[in-house]
């Protein structure tokens, strides 16, 4: 009998130990900061900036040639992953699949998104889209689509969604009548919908702050500025700024009787959407909803189609 009691505690201590076994992540696309970033967080020695429970061992290069944020940046992020975190570099997307447990697809174009997905999800992994999730919502939908019927758990947002600016003005969100959120809003010619470019920020904040339920969506754009009025099905209003050539992050809840702001000088740290990522590839749960992220892409596909119609109310597809 105490023989037997050994061996079950030995067991127990094997599980808990693999349990604890840090989650072999492999990156898509070495053409955004956000690898460096994360990579240093998940590989780096103990500290503030420092998550645990996961750790990038492999990586596919990819890159797009025509898009000069990738082009310029791709090869010198290679070479960092490489020799400064020990990545292991792969020549095709399932050899990656095979070396790791979750997929963090950083590409930063997002027209080879649903491709690239394709192959993730053929072959079983769950995946982190970084943002923009795709290049249109019919491809963004696409994914989902193949994922669910895949049975593949997936999710996509942006670090700003668990900003101090989000998390300071989420309590006044019961009695809101609206939001407006603020933040950079630059563009780049070959991605259809521009918001997704670089104004997915602020947007993923409105949507952090009122949630799904948008209807209809109204644009005027300027050379400085985009401003997308979103009417919700409960009468909310939720309004982006999108800044030309850049801009802080900012937000402010209105109130029946008055405004509350978001801190002016928030910190913004790829942390707390990390962690939930690390969560994310040991529960199989998105922390955010799919359907949500499907009806923010929405948004941004009602806000091309109105400025292309001189910025009339365009009804959500």
């Known amino acids: 009998m105490p023989g037997m ?14 349990a604890q076994e840090p989650i072999r992540l492999g990156i898509i696309g070495t053409d955004t900061s956000h690898v460096i970033a994360f990579t240093r967080a998940f590989n780096g020695p103990p500290g503030p900036d420092h998550v645990d429970g996961a750790r990038v061992v492999a990586a596919y290069k990819g890159g797009s040639p025509d898009v000069e944020a990738s082009y310029t940046r791709v090869d010198k992020f290679a070479a960092e992953l490489r020799e400064k975190w020990g990545v ?11 070396k790791v447990d979750g997929i963090l697809l950083e590409s930063v ?19 982190f889209i970084d943002k923009p999730l795709a290049a249109t919502l019919d491809d963004a ?3 989902a689509r193949l994922a669910k019927k895949a049975g593949v758990p997936w999710f996509s947002s942006s670090s700003l ?7 300071a003005l989420k309590p006044h969100m019961k009695e809101a009548t609206g939001v407006a959120t603020w933040g950079p809003g630059p563009t780049e010619p070959h991605h259809y919908l521009e918001l997704s470019w670089y104004a997915i920020h602020p947007i993923e904040m409105l949507y952090a702050l009122m949630g799904p339920g948008c209807v209809e969506v109204a644009r005027t754009s300027t050379e400085n500025i985009d401003v997308v009025v979103g009417r919700w099905k409960d009468g909310r209003v939720g309004t982006v700024h999108a800044l030309r050539p850049r801009g802080d992050y ?5 109130l029946p009787r008055g405004v509350r702001q978001g801190p002016e000088k928030a910190k913004h740290s790829y942390k707390p959407l990390l962690e939930a990522i690390v969560e ?9 909803p799919n359907e949500e992220t499907l009806e923010l892409f929405a948004f941004m596909d009602a806000a091309q ?10 009804k959500l597809r």
């Open 250 to 254: 900012g937000a402010v809840v209105f």
């Open 5 to 18: 009691k050994k061996w079950f505690v030995l067991i127990l201590l094997s599980v808990a130990a693999f």
């Open 88 to 98: 292991e570099f792969v020549d095709s997307i399932p050899e990656l699949c095979r």
């Open 161 to 167: 969604r668990w900003s101090e600016i989000v998390t």
């Open 305 to 314: 189609r109105s400025k292309e119609q001189g910025g009339k109310p365009v």
């Open 109 to 127: 174009d997002g027209r080879p998104h649903l491709e690239q997905a394709r192959q993730v999800i053929a072959a079983g992994k769950p995946l």
């Open 280 to 288: 994310f590839f040991r529960t199989r749960k998105p922390p955010v």
């Open 141 to 143: 939908r696409e994914i």
